[in-house]
C-alpha cells in the first residue's frame, strides 16, 4: 500500500513556519522570529477555518514528533525541499539550538506555544508584511492590482464588476462571499479616519475607497443574482 507522509515534512505548516524563521533568522535583525510566530498566530486567529484545522498548538506538536523521528533517526528519509529550509534555519539560529535539528524543531515549538498562550498583537503595533498580505486579502488584492495597476477599463467600478461577473455563477460563492469578507476585513483593521499604516508598504495597492467599492459591488451582485 502507498503512503505519503513525507507531505508531513514537505508542505505547510512545517515548512512554512521553517521558512519564516529562518527569512528571519537571516534578515540582519529587520525581521524578528517572535514577532513572525506572532503574525503566524493572528493569521490563524483570522480564520475560523484555519483554526479549527490546524490550531498553533497542533503545529507546536507536529514539530515535536518531526524532531523525535529525526533523533531516533537522523538519516530519515524527507524531501529536499525541507530539508534545505531545516538546515537554512539551523544555521542561523543562535546558540547550541544551531548545530541540532531536532533541539532547533523542539526550540520553535516552544515559542509558538509560548506565542499561542499570549495576547493577540493588533497590526497598529506589529504592521503586515507581505506573506500576511497574501493571506488575508488574496483575492482583494488581485483584484484591486488589476484594476488599479493594469487598467483593462476605463474606471475601477467597470473593472471590478467586469472580475465580479466574470465568477458568476458557478464561483460566487467562494469568490464573492470572499471578497467581501476581505474588504471588510481591511475596514475594520484600519478603521476611519486613521490613515493605513505607512510603515506597510505591502498595502500600497490598497485604501478604503477600494475596500468600499469592492465590498459594495460584490454585496449588489449577492443581493441581486443570490437571494431567492
Known amino acids: 500500500m502507498s503512503t505519503y507522509t513525507t507531505a508531513v515534512f514537505g508542505e505547510a505548516p512545517v515548512i512554512r513556519v521553517l521558512r519564516l524563521a529562518a527569512d528571519a533568522q537571516w534578515s540582519a535583525g529587520r525581521l524578528d522570529v517572535d514577532d513572525e510566530l506572532a503574525r503566524l498566530d493572528r493569521t490563524v486567529r483570522f480564520s475560523p477555518e484555519a483554526s479549527w484545522a490546524m490550531p498553533m498548538s497542533t503545529l507546536a506538536a507536529l514539530l515535536e514528533l518531526i524532531a523525535d523521528i529525526l533523533e531516533a533517526d537522523p538519516a530519515h528519509d524527507t524531501p529536499p525541499a525541507f530539508r534545505a529550509a531545516l ?31 499570549a495576547r493577540h498583537v493588533g497590526v497598529r503595533e506589529l504592521p503586515l508584511v507581505r506573506w500576511e498580505v497574501e493571506a488575508l486579502f488574496p483575492r482583494l488584492e488581485a ?3 488589476q484594476c488599479r495597476m493594469v487598467r483593462e477599463h476605463p474606471t475601477f467600478t467597470e473593472c471590478a464588476q467586469a472580475a465580479i ?26 478603521p476611519a479616519p486613521e490613515p493605513l499604516p505607512e510603515n506597510t508598504p505591502t498595502l500600497h495597492w490598497a485604501d478604503r475607497e477600494v475596500a468600499r467599492e469592492l465590498l459594495t459591488l460584490a454585496t449588489d451582485h449577492m443581493t441581486r443574482h443570490h437571494q431567492d
Open 165 to 190: 461577473e466574470s465568477e458568476h455563477p458557478a464561483y460566487c460563492p467562494e469568490f464573492l462571499s470572499t471578497i467581501a469578507a476581505e474588504a471588510q476585513r481591511l475596514l475594520l483593521l484600519f
Open 143 to 145: 483584484v484591486a492590482w
Open 87 to 117: 538546515e537554512r534555519a539551523t544555521e542561523g539560529a543562535e546558540g547550541t539550538e544551531g548545530t541540532d535539528p531536532p533541539g532547533y524543531l523542539r526550540t520553535l515549538a516552544a515559542r509558538i506555544r509560548r506565542r499561542a498562550d
